[in-house]
């Protein structure tokens, strides 16, 4: 299991400050009174960064909402969580997509229960404002689509593992295609046994999609749902698991709120990128590599997803006033907002960039249906 570092920080005035010297931290569950966020294990860390305040760009940078604090949950912890000051305990979803059906049962009033949780099945109306999702819609062309999935940042997916040779570090798509379907079982004469992570990990579903595997064979944890993604420690010897790119930048250069690329002792990352690493230099000062993550097979942009008629004026399907501008100002992309790209120490883009991200290859939302 991940291990938080916890550590408490001063409070801040405003959507954004800088010029304070604060550690980077993130913290064990957030205290909201404002909105909720909740979803995607790759984008937790830089997003409690960001809400909880960070100085790992060089300047301290705090993102609020209209002066109030922003509540970021992560994919996992405890069974369920409480978002809201009264509101009920309900499955904490662990993914992206267990982040977008949270937000979609906060949308049109379903219960709300997750895989895998024993937390029963409940109403969760109004209880989630943001989802976190490392991979966009399936519906990427619906314009009548009442779900925003607004950019915040590209990743890229790689793979990490334990043991093994030289010869692992660049396994090609088409060698992970054979492992994942069980028809390579060793690469330079060393077994390899393949890892995923939970069902409902969006780095799970985009690696598989890149390898062009449907069903997966061979793979001891094919159908779990408990596995975190992006955690090394939980690889044995000869084991390889996706992993993102961004998350493992981020933990080795400890900036992230765990460390489980220093506590597993031989895990590496590999790169299926012909002629490019996913990272250069070395920890603590990773930096993400623009040619791996502009690979149009495992480079990924990942986004905030929101309910479209609170965050554009001009979308309303029920005729309501659903418009908010204080959670439309969060995804805006300008330099308050959570969504921006900054590239001064004291944006949120700048923090991004030490969590191994890059800018999205668009900065154009995308609209998808809500119900499902």
């Not at 005035?13 to 980077?24: K, P, R």
């Not at 925003?148 to 088409?174: C, E, H, I, M, Q």
């Not at 944890?221 to 961004?246: C, K, R, W």
């Not at 959570?338 to 991004?352: I, Q, R, Y």
Request: proline residues 5%; without cysteine.
């Amino acid at each position: 299991m991940k291990i938080k570092k916890i550590a408490a920080l001063g409070a801040a005035v405003g959507l954004l400050l800088s010029g304070v010297s604060i550690a980077s931290t993130a913290s064990a569950e957030p205290v909201s009174n404002s909105y909720a966020a909740v979803g995607s294990d790759t984008l937790q860390d830089v997003m409690n960064a960001l809400t909880n305040g960070t100085t790992a760009s060089g300047s301290y940078v705090r993102i609020l909402a209209d002066g109030k604090s922003i509540g970021n949950f992560d994919a996992f912890g405890s069974a369920a969580i409480q978002v809201k000051s009264n509101g009920p305990f309900f499955a904490r979803p662990n993914g992206s997509g267990a982040g977008r059906d949270a937000l979609r049962r906060s949308i049109d009033g379903g219960n709300w229960s997750a895989s895998g949780n024993v937390t029963p099945a409940r109403s969760i109306t109004g209880q989630v404002d943001i989802a976190r999702s490392s991979g966009g819609p399936a519906d990427a062309t619906n314009a009548d689509g009442r779900l925003l999935y607004v950019p915040f940042a590209r990743d890229a997916v790689a793979y990490a593992y334990k043991g093994g040779t030289a010869a692992w570090a660049t396994l090609s798509a088409s060698q992970l295609k054979g492992i994942y379907e069980g028809t390579i079982t060793s690469i330079d004469g060393v077994t390899v046994k393949p890892r995923l992570p939970q069902a409902s990990s969006g780095t799970r579903t985009f690696f598989l999609n890149a390898i062009q595997v449907k069903t997966p064979s061979g793979v001891a944890d094919a159908s779990n749902t408990t596995v975190p993604e992006n955690d090394a420690t939980v690889l044995g010897d000869g084991e390889i698991i996706p992993f993102s790119a961004a998350s493992w930048i981020a933990q080795a250069n400890n900036v992230a709120g765990v460390n489980t690329v220093a506590a597993a002792s031989t895990v590496q990352l590999g790169s299926p990128v012909a002629g490019a690493a996913p990272f250069t230099g070395t920890a603590p000062s990773l930096v993400a590599n623009a040619s791996y993550y502009s690979n149009t097979t495992f480079g990924r942009d990942t986004y905030l997803i929101v309910e479209r008629s609170r965050v554009q004026s001009s979308f309303s399907p029920t005729g309501s006033a659903a418009y908010d501008p204080v959670l439309a100002k969060l995804v805006d992309g300008s330099s308050a907002s959570l969504t921006n790209f900054g590239s001064l120490s004291v944006t949120p883009g700048a923090v991004k960039r030490k969590f191994g991200f890059l800018a999205p290859s668009s900065t154009t939302p995308i609209a998808a249906y809500a119900q499902g």
